[in-house]
């Protein structure tokens, strides 16, 4: 299987049936993509499949040929903060963390489709990423500060 | 080796004991003290001061033993010593250290005590200094209960002290500058001409003195960090993708497992491996207490295995049906099972005699924990100790658990606490480590690295006590005249320490928390607390006893206030015996406009409940939508005596409120067959964001103790929505979850 991971090509040979999820923590070693609840209903470890938000957990790896996949790590380190997870830092989003993978994934790929999200686009795009600690309040204030600086940008 | 090494720990407490003002100098000294954990094994020019702070040329290392479960404790005990060291973080890093005695939680005693927080009488604090004696004696250390702060506020700000004071000593002695004359900052200490020596310079010189113990507490006025808003360190890690949790690690040539066991919490019978045993990458399935472990090549493998196998569950050694569940609960208000009336004031049976008496029933169910981060462990067992990989809360007991399996001393289970994505007291069980070693010793030298799926996680969890209350009052000249609350819930207490091994004698102080020290001067006020025996295992839930009894004691004084014709705030201020939890009251009154006029279909409930010593108010606003009520705005006053961090103040809010809320209105978990018939988050939602309410926040400083924010801001919040949809559409709900009885958005 070859495909694209944060812009460096692998050639993977596994069980097609393979979750993205589990080729990317335990095979590849990217494990800032989270295991949450393995069912879609978390979001912890969504990523960007061509561009676009998907579960890793529910996609196989045999369906990802020639794929482009970009996990948490292909967006920034905490020395070169992407701007939306500037916006996360600047509004100290993270308690435990271990949602805030998919949390800034998730929000990234909304901001990337309308950099001028209402209250109603947060809620329709986000509400599929579970934060158990509840800092929704915070997400929700950091995507709308996100998005003011990429349009003032 | 200079002799720093061998007494750091007994005059680093004699120094903190001074500088809270000498009262404890002789017991110290008397009681022998731990040693200085950080002096086995150091290095030649490297110093320390006390068990918390280390100095080497190359290093500061600050020792932040209290396990961070999302709270940001790693960030706050940072705070503290570099407020006196004068460190800025990136100058320093930061370990939870090895599970010591020295390391005993000083402010445990709280709420082990049945007295209530405010209680300052002689047989109070009594009591609680036996409780500290013995949790000292015993190095008894644990994150839990809300203590991190307490037990650190003044310790680790000693610690930094000391150590900054002995480190200018060692600057003074170099340079023959007087002490008086130098000055810190920046990790230096620095002379009158302008030049600086930096502490990782000075500890050679350091490591040769006898710490420095004539301290004095920096005044509050002089903070740098204590009080202003913060940047938490971990919160760039954990944006990024950078943070590693347990369930991250890699430990060369560990494998991986999986686990199954008795959904029932009893035996099992048999199992049918089913082809489980030669699927691709499996190693081989052991036996583990209660199931087994597929041991394979990959995380994914491992859990694919396990799915496959077929298995024979002994039953459950609770009721199968939750009906029976209730039951159980329904029939425990009698005289055998009372536990305690922890309350009598007035005469409630004379005030209710002749009276006309309004009578209601509430409910709670069991609810599960499931942080984000699904249970895991690597462990390692050698022929004679084991390693062990996890984040937990009580370090000193995970040590003796691991020992018994693997039969070696507790010392010899090294132990590296790791960040957790979530607890909210799940953490403090025991199932994944146990059952990590029981592997590990079937395999010894190789590492196993268990991840729990999440459905094994939810059909192993030790969910919240189920209870009920029953209250009956009467009202008087427009006034609340009598209530007598009888609260019956199982012992998550006792099912925890059953579990732990170490019994907890006399009642339960959890059982009607939040409930028995209400801060109201009712005329004729009886609360009894009923324990019904045990029933599923259950376990702390943030917020524990309170989480129930809040919800059943404020939502029947709302009953009662109605009933009087009162207004909700105004009554409970009337009733309010004491003036910092008045101060919470006033304070939500204010921020929500209490009183103004709201829209059709619009309600406002409050709620006051204290939770390990923090008072609590919480007004909350509603609409009765066609789609269900939706939740508008929630106001929250907390009284913690000194806000350490407000940012950090308002998540932790933030989220208790989101926590309790959630939960309540979609969250139980229900038995069935003997198994819990909840098996992933579909089923158990908590809240999500399109239903989150804006959630102002205000933080009072009128106690007189310093207290934690992780747990309080939970239990008000489900009786202030219960009150507030009674507001705004005149149904009571007495039952959790809220949306058996009524929609919302
Ligand atoms: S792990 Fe994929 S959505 Fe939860
Ligand atoms: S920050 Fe803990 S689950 Fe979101």
């Known amino acids: 299987m070859q495909l694209t991971i944060n812009g460096t090509p692998h050639d993977i040979e596994i069980e097609p049936d393979t979750p993205l999820l589990w080729v990317l923590r335990d095979e590849i070693g990217l494990t800032g993509t989270k295991y949450g609840c393995g069912i879609a209903q978390c979001g912890a470890c969504t990523v960007h499949v061509d561009g676009e938000a998907r579960r890793s957990c529910q996609v196989q790896i045999g369906d990802l040929e020639g794929a482009e996949v970009t996990t948490i790590e292909g967006f920034g380190s905490p020395d070169k903060l992407s701007l939306v997870q500037q916006a996360w830092v600047d509004h100290q989003v993270a308690q435990c963390g271990y949602c805030q993978s998919g949390q800034v994934m998730q929000a990234t790929a909304l901001l990337e489709l309308n950099d001028s999200p209402t209250d109603e686009d947060i809620d329709r795009v986000m509400s599929g990423n579970l934060c158990r600690c509840g800092t929704y309040p915070r997400i929700r204030a950091a995507i709308h500060d996100a998005a003011a600086k990429i349009k003032g940008a | ?745």
């Open chain 2, 1 to 745: 080796m200079g002799r720093a090494r061998t007494i750091a720990r007994r005059t680093f407490l004699i120094g903190s004991a001074a500088v809270a003002g000498g009262v404890a100098f002789g017991v110290y000294k008397v009681k022998t003290p731990h040693d200085n954990p950080l002096a086995e094994g150091l290095g030649e020019g490297e110093a320390t001061f006390n068990p918390f702070v280390k100095i080497t040329p190359e290093a500061i290392t600050l020792i932040t033993p209290h396990a961070d479960i999302g709270q940001g404790v790693v960030h706050m005990q940072a705070a503290l010593i570099s407020e006196e060291l004068d460190v800025e973080f990136g100058q320093f890093e930061t370990d939870f250290g090895a599970p010591d005695p020295a390391y005993w939680n000083t402010a445990l005693s709280a709420e082990a005590v049945p007295f209530a927080s405010f209680d300052d009488s002689f047989g109070a604090r009594t009591m609680r200094g036996a409780v500290d004696g013995m949790a000292k004696l015993m190095g008894l250390m644990g994150t839990g209960g809300s203590s991190s702060v307490p037990d650190q506020y003044e310790k680790l700000r000693a610690a930094g002290a000391v150590a900054r004071e002995t480190l200018k000593l060692a600057a003074s002695q170099q340079s023959g500058v007087a002490v008086g004359e130098l000055k810190t900052a920046n990790g230096a200490v620095q002379l009158p001409d302008g030049s600086s020596l930096t502490y990782t310079d000075l500890a050679e010189a350091a490591s040769g003195l006898d710490p420095v113990t004539d301290v004095t507490l920096r005044d509050p006025s002089t903070w740098r960090l204590i009080g202003k808003p913060m940047a938490r360190k971990d919160i760039p890690a954990k944006t990024t993708g950078a943070q590693i949790y347990g369930i991250d690690l890699k430990i060369d040539g560990m494998v991986h497992a999986s686990t199954r066991v008795s959904p029932r919490r009893g035996a099992m019978n048999g199992y049918e491996a089913n082809g489980a045993d030669t699927m691709p990458g499996v190693s081989s399935i052991l036996p583990i207490t209660g199931g087994v472990a597929v041991v394979a090549n990959s995380t994914w493998r491992a859990m694919n295995a396990v799915n496959q196998i077929e298995f024979d569950w002994a039953d459950a050694p609770y009721p199968a049906e939750q009906d029976a569940h209730w039951a159980e609960v329904a029939a425990s208000f009698t005289e055998e099972r009372l536990d305690k009336e922890w309350r009598a004031d007035g005469d409630v049976d004379a005030a209710m005699d002749g009276a006309e008496v309004i009578s209601s029933e509430y409910s709670a169910g069991y609810v599960a924990h499931q942080p984000l981060e699904p249970l895991n462990a690597i462990v390692r067992a050698d022929e004679n100790g084991a390693e062990v990989w996890t984040g937990h809360q009580l370090p000193r007991f995970l040590q003796q658990k691991v020992a018994a399996i693997v039969g070696c001393e507790p010392d010899d289970v090294v132990y590296h606490n790791q960040y957790s994505g979530g607890s909210f007291g799940h953490r403090l069980e025991w199932d994944n480590i146990t059952q990590a070693a029981e592997i590990a010793v079937q395999m010894r030298g190789t590492p196993v690295k268990l991840t729990l799926s999440r459905e094994e996680d939810f059909a192993t969890d030790y969910p919240r006590q189920i209870g009920m209350s029953r209250s009956k009052g009467t009202v008087k000249d427009g006034k609340v005249d009598s209530w007598s609350l009888d609260i019956a819930t199982v012992s998550a207490t006792r099912s925890m320490s059953g579990r732990l091994g170490v019994p907890v004698p006399g009642p339960d102080t959890q059982i009607a928390a939040g409930a028995w020290a209400m801060a109201y001067g009712i005329p004729n006020l009886r609360v009894r607390a009923y324990a019904v025996p045990e029933l599923a295992p259950t376990s702390s839930w943030r917020s524990v006893g309170a989480s129930t009894a809040g919800f059943f004691a404020e939502s029947f004084l709302d009953e009662l206030i109605h009933a009087a014709g009162a207004d909700q705030i105004e009554e409970r201020m009337r009733l309010c015996n004491n003036d910092v939890h008045r101060k919470v009251l006033e304070a939500v009154a204010e921020m929500s406009n209490w009183g103004s006029a709201m829209g059709a279909n619009k309600g406002r409930g409050v709620a006051l409940v204290e939770s390990f010593g923090v008072p609590v108010a919480q007004v909350i606003e509603v609409t009765n939508t066609d789609a269900g009520i939706k939740i508008d705005r929630v106001y929250v006053a907390a009284d913690v005596g000194r806000v350490i961090d407000p940012v950090n103040f308002e998540n932790l809010v933030q989220g208790g409120v989101v926590w309790a809320l959630g939960h309540a209105i979609n969250s139980e978990i229900t038995y069935s067959d003997g198994m819990a018939e909840q098996t992933n988050y579909h089923a158990s939602e908590g809240m999500r964001m399109y239903q989150t309410p804006e959630i102002i926040v205000k933080g009072l400083e009128n106690a007189e103790k310093i207290r934690g924010i992780g747990e309080p801001p939970v239990p008000a919040a489900p009786p202030a929505l219960a009150n507030a949809i009674f507001a705004a559409t005149g149904q009571r709900i007495r039952e959790m979850p809220f949306n058996k009885h009524i929609d919302f958005v």
